[in-house]
């Protein structure tokens, strides 16, 4: 089937500290795996997404990693600043639709 | 560019009504997709469209209907309004589907009483 699960549902660190978010994937997804900031009230924006030749991507803070093998991605973010309080959720593709993960409300505590 | 945009943006309906979302984008896309999110969960499909004329169903189409007559446009129909259908509609296209980022409207915000 199509599913995307995400881990935790909420998770609260220092700032300064850094989070990690989980996502394990079905057999079926393709090749690309985005991730997606949504801020109260505001819409959902792209912050990082891999492609399944790679297993690591960073940008500044953000890094993305992928166990093709254990069916996984995860969401790293160091250096936590109060603006990175929102709510993440990865996705997969399946065919020509995005299936997204139910979500992660990160909250950092200064 | 405006991006994508989505009217109206808040909505109060009383059960078995019907209404109308509309959606534009003006970044000429070509795939479009419909979303709903209820509080406190994720991002679920509705109906998505790989061009002008194509529509195709997503996770929970049932009680929906959309239509792709322009690139620009991508309207939600939803007949005879139910209190399960409260939800916040959003919006989203992008060039393709593979490798590319979707981008998302501000939402409707619908309550449905």
């Known amino acids: 089937g199509e599913n995307v699960e995400q881990h935790p549902s909420t998770l609260s660190v220092q700032e300064g500290d850094s989070a990690v978010i989980k996502c394990t994937y079905s057999?079926?997804?393709?090749?690309?795996f985005p991730w997606y900031k949504q801020e109260l009230g505001k819409r959902p924006q792209l912050i990082i997404d891999?492609?399944?030749?790679?297993g690591e991507k960073k940008d500044q803070r953000i890094a993305v990693t992928l166990n093709k093998t254990a069916k996984h991605f995860s969401l790293h973010i160091t250096e936590t600043q109060p603006e990175d309080s929102a709510v993440y959720f990865c996705?997969?593709?399946?065919?020509?639709?995005?299936?997204f993960g139910a979500g992660t409300i990160l909250r950092v505590k200064s | 560019n405006a991006g994508v945009t989505q009217t109206p943006k808040f909505r109060i309906l009383k059960i078995g009504q019907s209404m109308t979302l509309q959606c534009a984008q003006d970044m000429n896309h070509n795939y479009m997709y419909w979303y709903r999110q209820d509080p406190g969960m994720g991002l679920k499909l509705i109906y998505y469209s790989v061009g002008a004329g194509i529509t195709d169903k997503g996770e929970v189409p049932n009680g929906y209907n959309v239509s792709r007559s322009t690139t620009e446009d991508f309207p939600l129909r939803l007949e005879l309004a139910a209190p399960s259908q409260t939800s916040v509609y959003f919006c989203?296209?992008?060039?393709?589907?593979?490798?590319?980022?979707?981008?998302f409207g501000p939402g409707t915000r619908l309550t449905v009483l």
């Open positions: 891999i492609r399944s030749n790679v």
């Open positions: 057999d079926s997804a393709s090749n690309y």
């Open positions: 996705a997969g593709l399946y065919g020509n639709k995005l299936v």
């Open positions: 989203a296209s992008s060039r393709a589907t593979l490798y590319n980022e979707q981008f």
